[in-house]
């Protein structure tokens, strides 16, 4: 029999505002935490015992927070100085599994909102892993590799005292790719004195896995083609708007292209292109060479390839032209809140037969609840990119087990992953009276499965 644990409060409206009373600059959590509990108001009805035990106003607060400071030396033989965050926001079904982000943007706000969502997606995911984010304001555009390197390892001087592979397990997010995985383990490695896991998306001759890379946005593209499934549609012809140009944008573009959809948007923070003529396979590996290699930006495809236009980003604007192209299908795959309202309107009005989200909570509040009030098919990001996480955990499985399996293998794998999460969401929605409404599934699916492993664990 459980134990009697203290009351507590549990009631959502309060937590809201304890939270923003507590942190008041931290929307983007806040937006994360209000999209959750809208979610999981019936769970919590029919489960008095969830309140009692008073698991809302736990889940909010990190279970620890790490700031810390990383001095660099620049090129020019300059002392730099920016900030690093590891936030550890629940280990309630196994350790932290943390994607590290390093973009000027980075505060604790952003870390906050990408740990409570990391929480939930790994929790579908059906892997036994908590949910964290780190990161820091350092920005690797425009550096030089031996800068990058000099910030990678001060980061991880400091880093390393809080991960390891059964405590906090490491992958990359934005700005964090094959070259800081590599500078990060390294020091990783010399100061723990042991070659483990304890970091994903490691090259594949050092312990890395297939399709890691291309995880996020294939399992991004299988979780769409499910939830076309449903309505007899496939890719086949559709035209597909993406944003970004980086991992998930590559990929989610790489996938759509091979089931035979048009892609015909890319894009990065300085503008996008649009190429009426569809972004081919020859394209796309411009496009990896441009952005991965050559660092370069995305406004080059345009001069590489004149039948596209490019567009910069207008400030003035309060929408994106990038999604007032006529579509069938949507994949924002580059940042938080690149969707707005007016980008909803615009979708819809094209006529938009499904948005799935491949970038972390890229729809604003008010375009989610546009795409939900409407008969498309909308995909959250909990859901719909759980596949970089997912093959994150299957990394750590091959390393444990000392072997690599195949690229189809891993491939499967993810494609099993993909669809078991489309059914869990769908089966949840229904079962708490919202059906096809993937956002309520995926939280509500998260939420039991953590809630449950902190009521079984005590107050702690
Ligand atoms: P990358 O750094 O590889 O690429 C990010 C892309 O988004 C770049 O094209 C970048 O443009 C653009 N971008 C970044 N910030 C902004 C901004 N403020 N406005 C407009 N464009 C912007 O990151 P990923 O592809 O890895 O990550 C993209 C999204 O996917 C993030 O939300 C991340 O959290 C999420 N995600 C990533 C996973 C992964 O495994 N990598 C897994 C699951 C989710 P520019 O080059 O100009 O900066």
Redesign the pocket.
Known sequence: MRKQVPKGKGNMSEILETIKARDPHEREFHQAVMEVLESVKPVLDQNPQYRQAAVLDRIVEPERIVSFRIPWLDDEGSVNVNRGFCVEMSSAIGPYKS?L?F?P?VNQSILKF?AFEQVFKNALTTLPLGGGAGGSDFDP?GKSDDETMRFCQNFMTELYLHIGVNTDII???????PREIGYLFGMFKKLSNEFTGALT?KGLNWGGSLIRAQ??GYGCVYFAAEMLATRNMAFEGQKCLV????????HTAEKLIELGAKVITL????GYIHDPEGVDKDKLAYVKLL?NIRRG??QEYADKYPGAVYMA?DHNLDYNPLWSHRAACAFP????N?VSEKDAYNLINNNIKLVCE?????CTPEATDIFLDKPMLYGP?KAA?????AV?GLEMVQNSMRLNWLGEEVDNRLKIIMKQIHHTCLDAAEAYGTPGNYANGANITGFVKVVEAMLDQGVV
């Open positions: 994607g982000r973009h943007s990408l555009k992958t990359g997010d934005i700005g964090v790719g998306g995880a996020a944003s970004g140009s980086g991992n998930v944008a590559q894009s990065d923070s300085s952005k930006r995305i980003v795959c580059a940042t938080q690149e491949g970038a972390n909570m890229p990001a990119n759980a596949g970089g996480v994150s």
